[in-house]
């Protein structure tokens, strides 16, 4: 047989194609049908069987025929985002105010397309694949519907990767330890009580109770946590009010925590609580917190790491691996899976100063990436997969 990475560039026009018709029916959080059907459709046609995970989650899993034992999981995203399309391409989204803007198009490509050579080399290991493609990344959900409903059973490794604008074409950033923080979501509800802005003895000032929230909340980044251990206590949305002349019934702060240890994740829910609570209570007023878990910190097992490397490794002379992408404190909640299994998430480079849309960020509506990406997001699929399958002994 030829090399699997041979087998693998020689789909680079399926890749593009898959990628483009992803990218084109671009659908949010929790309502991928049309994506979950295309991916279902290509893994029958690839013989490999599939159930829903939840609503919109496929599980593909593929067994290789050689008696051998190893269970390893590979993870897409596939979501899109609540974004417009400044993108003047052929293949630019056709749903108004929707965008695949955080490459998940390109992941679920380049999954399918080691999932494709994969199974037409399920005669060369032994094992089990089992390709996770899940929706809902953007908010947080996805995962656990994976883990909760088993899919990770018995698994020994899970690697994922993800499109990376900061790293040039054919730079992989492969970094043993921490590489995203943990994130949470928090709403503070302020409950005050109306009156006359002249009488404000007979009400409760919401929204300056609120505003002083806002203030105190930054001062415990500067004044309660380490200087050397980042912290962000971000609140980006605040609405209260209905008139100039009157004291605020009510408030509403939305806002997020990025923390990078489990106890520091723990620690700020707790002041954050009392914050908001003493706070409003010096106005008359009340607060109630209510917190959702987002995602856990990113942290690459050290020997996972160690074995993708290699199989990045050999991919050839052209790639070139670093091991110290800068800490984001961005999330993401391949995290979860590596909560319960050994696992690596990659990132691979997808910028390429000849393809000028290339450079702009994730997350905006301009951002595109260089297709050549997919093959190596692709390559890295299904040689990791199928090199740490056929060191595994017999069952
Ligand atoms: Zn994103
Ligand atoms: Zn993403």
Not at 14 to 36: C, G, I, N, W
Not at 44 to 61: A, K, P, Y
Not at 62 to 91: C, K
Not at 358 to 370: K, M, R, Y
Request: glycine share 10%; hydrophobic share 40%.
């Amino acid at each position: 047989m030829s090399e699997l990475r041979d087998q693998v560039r020689e789909e680079k026009e399926y890749l593009v194609r898959m990628r483009r018709d992803f990218h084109r029916h671009p659908e949010l959080a929790s309502q991928e049908k049309r994506t979950a059907g295309v991916i279902e459709q290509e893994l029958d046609r690839f013989r490999i069987s599939h159930i829903r995970i939840g609503e919109t989650g496929v599980l593909g899993v593929l067994r290789g025929t050689l008696n051998r034992s190893g269970v390893v999981a590979l993870r897409a995203d596939i979501d899109a985002l609540p974004i417009q399309e400044t993108n003047d391409v052929e293949y630019r989204s056709r749903t108004d105010g929707v965008m695949h803007a955080c490459g998940h198009d390109a992941h679920t490509a380049s999954l399918l397309g080691a999932a494709k050579v994969l199974a037409a080399n399920r005669d060369h290991f032994g094992g089990e694949v089992r390709f996770l493609f899940q929706p809902a990344e953007e908010t947080g959900k996805g995962a656990p519907d994976f883990i909760e409903t088993g899919a990770l059973d018995g698994v020994e490794r899970v690697f994922g990767l993800h499109s990376a604008p900061d790293l040039p074409i054919d730079t992989i950033g492969i970094t043993p330890g921490l590489n995203n923080a943990a994130v949470d979501h928090f709403r503070i509800l302020v409950h005050g009580k109306a009156a006359h802005v002249s009488t404000p003895q007979l009400g409760a000032d919401a929204l300056y109770a609120a505003s002083q929230i806002v203030v105190a909340i930054q001062g415990l980044v500067t004044r309660r946590t380490s200087p050397v251990e980042p912290v962000i206590l971000g609140v980006g949305k605040f609405s209260s009010g209905t008139t100039y002349n009157a004291i605020a019934a009510s408030a509403e702060l939305e806002g997020t925590t990025r923390t990078i240890s489990q106890e520091m994740r723990l620690q700020v829910r707790e002041w954050i609580d009392q914050i908001a609570g003493q706070t409003a209570g010096f106005s008359g007023a009340e607060a109630q917190v209510i917190w959702t878990d987002v995602t856990s910190a990113l942290i690459n097992d050290p020997q996972v790491s160690r074995e993708v490397a290699e199989a990045a490794k050999g991919l050839g002379d052209h790639i070139r691996i670093i091991t110290d992408r800068p800490l984001s404190l961005g999330g993401d909640n391949f995290a979860e899976y590596q909560r319960k299994v050994p696992g690596c998430y990659a990132y691979v480079g997808t910028a390429n100063a000849q393809l000028p849309g290339t450079l702009n960020s994730l997350h905006s509506g301009n951002f595109d990436l260089d297709e050549d990406a997919l093959v190596i997001g692709a390559e890295l699929y299904a040689e990791y997969a199928f090199q740490w399958l056929r060191k595994q002994g017999r069952p």
